[in-house]
């Protein structure tokens, strides 16, 4: 049974299995997700939230996909009709292959690529292009405007992402994400957000700060409030959106809630343990391997809800950022401390933990 | 079998969009062509075995300095049909820096098909199962390369400090936000409360 899953046949067969169980998991978990978004925020304003369609209003993401699909697609005239199409596309897609490399659990993963973090990396810096198309296929101002400002907002922010990760990198000396989630194994103290292991405890100055750091780079990377300019409805009416209509919308849509819910996922994975519970598993040593694996997974998937309900927390009672205010706080603070902390990692690891 | 059709399949679209990214008629689509053939070649990378090349690739060309061109590209306003004019003028020279680029291409192919450019060079540093292909450019960089490589971040550094000197003008008319000062006012400095009598109101000796 083993031999026929290496041969490429099997490797292809299980490869496309894995795909459609992620995708179709991740478009499943994502309707139940902005659900859950816009109850937060419904609570937080003191509101009831969607509640009629099912139970709690738990089918209101399927209500509103019908009726994003049947409705009419609007080209608007002198717009660039190929790439006002390729678009939304370009963001649905890209938000759906970089997960290609997130490990779930031990081994569940559909590519184990050793520059794993350097692959998503790669994949979300694309993701700008998705927007910066779509503000200039319009053929409009507002959201032209809107790409612009997203385009430079998320080229600044990468940077201090990228920063930051380099942290990760040089505490876990690979780039490979389940190496990377396996380096924090055994208690909560052994996770990179506090330091990474009782023996390099000065680091958790250093590597605390980062994870919140990240976490709001995360933010501005994928277009929440308090960082939404690209689509600050008082300014610009809804950014590079304003000209989309019925399923391209909903690809612009899923395609944003997709990288946000990965941004949780990448926050679990190099400052949180990743699946790890934060406690060792050594109990668990003769129970069935599948067992531990599903209960890690859920581990993992309830890490990615926790960090999801921050985003929409944060979504709810912090003022949009003002446009320079912005600028300032990604080039002028995000980046000189990130780049401090990036000499403070390597110092630690070249003249304490030496080689 | 497989990466044969692949290489076949990914230079082909390098070269086509290459090729377009000359002839589009729209600068804005010649931008996007040029992202299509950096990521292409970006493939290619891949199937040499050089991953970590073809990931910088993309992080570094197709998701900052394209995304700049493409911000220059949309914002000048670019009259094509005057762009087009001087097509048929400068063909011959083009058409003799191509060919001598062409020319030299083929001539290092062919010395590298034989192996004998290669014989005095450092042995490249090929990843194996145990070294990884960061880890492989990390070693050779860091040790053999080390001042060229110091040398190339400086230069690099001179770049940027040099670009922002020529463009920072403070201007002393623009009011900019002072965010410490912001933060640091406190209240008796900031508002002071004054008794107002009832039905007489607000003079404007009080006021001042």
């Known amino acids: 049974m083993t031999e026929m899953w290496s041969t490429p046949g099997g490797w292809t067969l299980l490869t496309s299995v894995g795909i459609l169980i992620v995708t179709v998991g991740i478009l499943l978990s994502l309707a139940f997700l902005l659900l859950l978004d816009r109850k937060i925020w419904a609570s937080v304003q003191m509101r009831k939230g969607p509640n009629v369609v ?9 209500a509103d996909f019908f009726k994003f699909v049947l409705k009419e697609i609007v080209v608007p005239a002198g717009a660039d009709k190929v790439v006002f199409i390729l678009a939304p596309l370009i963001t649905f897609v890209l938000a759906f292959i970089v997960w290609a490399a997130i490990p779930f659990a031990p081994g569940w993963v559909i590519s184990d690529l050793n520059v794993g973090i350097l692959y998503i990396f790669a994949i979300s810096s694309l993701g700008v292009y998705g927007i910066i198309m779509g503000g200039w296929a319009s053929n409009s101002k507002y959201p032209f405007l809107g790409s612009l400002r997203s385009a430079a907002q998320m080229v600044s922010y990468e940077v201090s992402i990228g920063l930051i990760i380099i942290n990760v990198i040089l505490l876990a000396g690979t780039m490979n994400l389940s190496a990377i989630v396996t380096a924090q194994e055994g208690w909560f103290w052994n996770w990179f957000g506090f330091g990474g292991g009782l023996d390099s405890w000065p680091l958790l100055i250093v590597m605390f700060p980062m994870s919140i750091m990240f976490f709001v780079s995360a933010l501005a990377e994928t277009n929440r409030p308090p960082f939404d300019l ?4 008082s300014e610009l009416v809804a950014g590079y959106q304003v000209e989309y209509s019925s399923t391209p919308y909903l690809l612009f849509m899923i395609g944003e809630y997709a990288n946000i819910v990965f941004m949780c996922a990448m926050i679990s994975l190099l400052f949180f343990g990743g699946w790890n519970p934060g406690f060792p598993i050594d109990f668990a040593a003769e129970w069935p391997p599948f067992l531990v694996n599903f209960l890690l997974f859920l581990v993992f998937a309830a890490k990615i809800v926790f960090w999801f309900f921050m985003i929409s927390i944060v979504k709810a ?7 320079d205010q912005l600028m300032r706080l990604g080039w002028k603070i995000f980046l000189p401390t990130s780049l401090v902390a990036v000499v403070i990692v390597a110092a630690w690891r070249v003249f304490v933990v030496g080689g | 079998m497989l990466q044969g059709i692949a290489f076949y399949l990914m230079s082909a679209v390098a070269v086509l969009s290459g090729l377009l990214v000359v002839t589009a008629r729209n600068p804005v689509h010649s931008v996007l062509w040029l992202i299509l053939a950096f990521f292409s070649s970006a493939g290619l990378f891949v199937l040499l075995g050089a991953e970590f090349l073809a990931m910088l690739l993309v992080v570094v060309y197709v998701g900052a300095v394209a995304v700049l061109f493409l911000f220059v590209v949309m914002m000048l306003d670019v009259d094509f049909v005057r762009l087009r004019e001087g097509f048929a003028a400068y063909l011959p020279l083009a058409a003799i820096v191509a060919g001598v680029l062409l020319a030299e291409m083929v001539m290092i192919s062919i010395v590298v098909a034989q192996g004998g450019a290669a014989a005095d060079a450092v042995a490249p540093a090929l990843a194996t199962a145990d070294t990884t ?6 070693r050779v960089l860091y040790t053999d390369y080390v001042y060229v490589f110091q040398a190339a971040g400086i230069v690099l550094l001179i770049a940027m400090i040099g670009a922002i000197v020529l463009t920072l003008r403070r201007k002393e008319s623009v009011r900019r936000q002072d965010p410490g000062a912001q933060t640091n006012r406190d209240r008796r400095t900031s508002v002071e409360i004054k008794g107002v009598t009832t039905g007489v109101g607000v003079t404007g000796e009080e006021l001042r």
């Open chain 1, 317 to 323: 009672f912090v003022p949009r950022y003002r446009y």
């Open chain 1, 230 to 233: 690209p689509e600050a409805e």
């Open chain 2, 133 to 138: 292909n960061v880890e492989a450019i990390g």
């Open chain 1, 54 to 62: 099912g139970p709690f209003g738990l089918l209101q993401s399927f």
